[in-house]
């Protein structure tokens, strides 16, 4: 199993430009989530989803856009870049079951500077 | 929502010390408290999680601890190493795992 990826691995866009975020997952996890993270802040939930067709706000949504069209895929939207969204992007992906662990498996992470 | 508070920002031990990070949170909800290690350039992995019927958990040199009525949860190291050196990160969720709410981070350094 690949696990979680994401692609590209960095970005560079001018302010203004959109473009998608690719994650993808092989293990048949329900459930999948976007996190930015940013020096001193940790990681900050944008968009989640509990399964395809189902997607819900994090913490940090506006200016991103997802869908879930797939169980295995769950693209991340920037629709105009702003240099507020210079960033490391973590997808994740995990099961729904209640009866085990909880684990949540993080893609290797996207580089994205605005200018 | 949930609010995750996250101390020390950084801790410096000798190797063969102990660390203790503590983390406290909002939501008297939250049931699911994971702690996550984040090696320079690396993704972040889960090291240990706890859930809230549960007080204390170990693993090998590294624990966990929960005290529900005070709403916070400490992750302990022991005989740190320097392969210990990260950042790590502690999280709360009152439901699913793919909606945690995480701490700032703890950068832990230990030196020779």
């Known amino acids: 199993n690949a696990g979680v990826t994401q692609t590209p691995k960095f970005q560079v866009l001018k302010t203004g430009q959109s473009m998608t975020l690719q994650c993808a997952q092989d293990?048949?996890?329900?459930?999948m989530s976007w996190y930015r993270q940013d020096p001193g802040m940790g990681l900050r939930l944008i968009h989640y989803?509990?399964?395809?067709?189902?997607?819900d706000q994090g913490e940090v949504p506006n200016g991103y856009n997802v869908s879930r069209s797939t169980t295995e895929d769950f693209p991340l939207r920037l629709l105009s870049a702003a240099p507020s969204q210079t960033s490391v992007y973590f997808c994740?992906?995990?099961?729904?079951?209640?009866?085990?662990?909880?684990?949540?498996?993080f893609g290797p992470g996207t580089r994205l500077l605005v200018l | 929502g949930e609010n995750v508070e996250q101390h020390p920002s950084t801790l410096s031990v000798q190797e063969g010390d102990s660390a203790v990070i503590k983390c406290t949170y909002s939501?008297?909800?939250?049931?699911?408290f994971p702690w996550y290690k984040q090696e320079l350039g690396k993704r972040p992995q889960l090291i240990i999680d706890?859930?809230?019927?549960?007080g204390e958990k170990k693993d090998q040199r590294i624990a966990v601890t929960l005290n529900k009525t005070a709403k916070h949860f400490s992750l302990h190291i022991t005989e740190t190493q320097p392969e210990d050196s990260a950042v790590y990160f502690c999280?709360?969720?009152?439901?699913?795992?793919?909606?945690?709410?995480f701490g700032t981070g703890t950068r832990l350094q230990v030196t020779l």
């Open positions: 994740a992906s995990s099961t729904r079951t209640d009866f085990v662990s909880r684990t949540q498996y």
């Open positions: 293990m048949n996890h329900e459930y």
């Open positions: 989803s509990v399964g395809a067709g189902i997607t």
């Open positions: 939501d008297s909800a939250s049931n699911y």
């Open positions: 706890i859930r809230s019927n549960v």
């Open positions: 999280a709360a969720t009152p439901g699913t795992a793919s909606k945690l709410t």
